[in-house]
């Protein structure tokens, strides 16, 4: 870590609205200490739900990129980084085969663009997704290969987290949506595959566990809402209870390969 104390993160995430789903909370705690927080997004989000409101001219990927932009201000991302790459769709669709998807990109290059934002921005921790992307999606396991590369190439002491989900607290959500009468129950079923892979990590395999507080979760629901257009994901979390949606998105978990153990509850850069 920077003398002084403050640290910078880069988060790899795969599309824009992925920040605001997966890491917002860990983000706005670091920008809040004072941390520099670097947000790359792989993909430009094309395949992603189109706005019914595009005005002429405008494409998914213009609309995403506002969408963003929106998000980074609300939860105070420091330097945001698009990498390009074409949105690759779900497991099993038709663009998983074009060469210009994001998963067929050149490992080395992708490796070699996102070292050189870890190395200039002298980075304390890189934040990419589990093996399984989380759920399976394939640029999300992409992430998982570049993060992976990346913190092989430039070694200790960057550190690498991958953001993931808790497996084992899945009943219990479902149990919770049951009771609220919540539609789209299906969600929260760990043990059917999505995107072919199964559901986050065994809460054995998480390292780390970053409690959002209220302020922080509401936050959390403000960037989410940046994602006005992605109304099948975005809109399914906003769509939550109250209750839920803090069950859901109120603590985001961690894996650190390089140091395995108990799952803590804390800040990762605090038990270092
Ligand atoms: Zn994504």
Redesign the pocket.
Known sequence: MHDGGMATWVFLH??P??ESSQTAGTMVLAHDRGDRVVNVIATDGTLGMAAEDLRKGETVADRRREELACAAGVIGIDRVEWLGYRDSGMAGWDSNHDPESFCNADLTEVTARVGAIVREEKADVLVSYDPDGGYG?P??IMVHRVGAAVARQLGSPLRLLEGSFNRDMRARQKALAVKLGVTGQGFFDSDEPQDLRPFGSSASELRWAVDLPDEVVGRKHDALACHASQTSDAGFFLSLPKQLFRAVLGIEYYREPAHPGELVHGWPLEEA
Do not use: E, G, K, N
Request: glycine share 0%.
């Open positions: 795969a599309h609205d992925d999606h640029d999300h």
